[in-house]
């Protein structure tokens, strides 16, 4: 048999991100929220088929109070980076900096800054590796009455 042209097109192809997402613990058919306290490995953009940029950041389970979910497993936070993406991004990335819901003006400082930035968070330099952040994962229901998990990150306390 001969494999010469099998592959052709491999160079160009686009491959797909399968990661492990948070999910909410379970109780009785009941999905609970649920905190989890995590080291950032990887953060990466990404061009999908469908819908766009997206944003992946891949982390190290530190620990949660989540039953099947050990310290050391691998997660994983998906967000297209669409109007709303962007602001859960912007969100996530004040979290990392230590910056509280409730400081504006620290908000205000470091979003101006944003754009750059996030060229060395995605990049080589991987500036966010190590980094350490809460997050608090709910679920909810969508207008048209889907599941939705809800990610709330939160700086290191």
């Given at each position: ?27 009785e058919?009941r ?32 620990s ?18 669409n ?25 205000r400082e ?43 990150f939160?700086p290191?306390?």
């Amino acid at each position: 048999m001969s494999y010469a042209g099998m592959f052709k097109g491999i160079n160009d192809a686009k491959t797909t991100f399968r990661g492990t997402p948070m999910r909410c613990a379970e109780k009785e058919g009941r999905k609970l929220p649920t905190e989890y306290e995590l080291e950032i490995d990887n953060c990466q953009g990404i061009s999908t088929r469908e819908k766009g940029p997206a944003f992946v950041v891949t982390f190290k389970v530190i620990s949660t109070d989540h039953p099947d979910v050990k310290p050391g497993q691998e997660r994983s936070w998906f967000q297209y980076l669409n109007d709303t993406g962007l602001g859960e991004v912007k969100k996530f990335v004040f979290a990392v900096f230590g910056i509280g819901q409730a400081e504006e003006e620290r908000q205000r400082e470091l979003a101006a800054k944003l754009e750059g930035l996030m060229d060395k968070v995605v990049g080589k330099e991987q500036v966010f590796r190590g980094k350490r952040v809460r997050v608090r994962v709910e679920n909810t229901l969508t207008k048209k009455r889907a599941d939705f998990t809800r990610h709330t990150f939160a700086p290191m306390s």
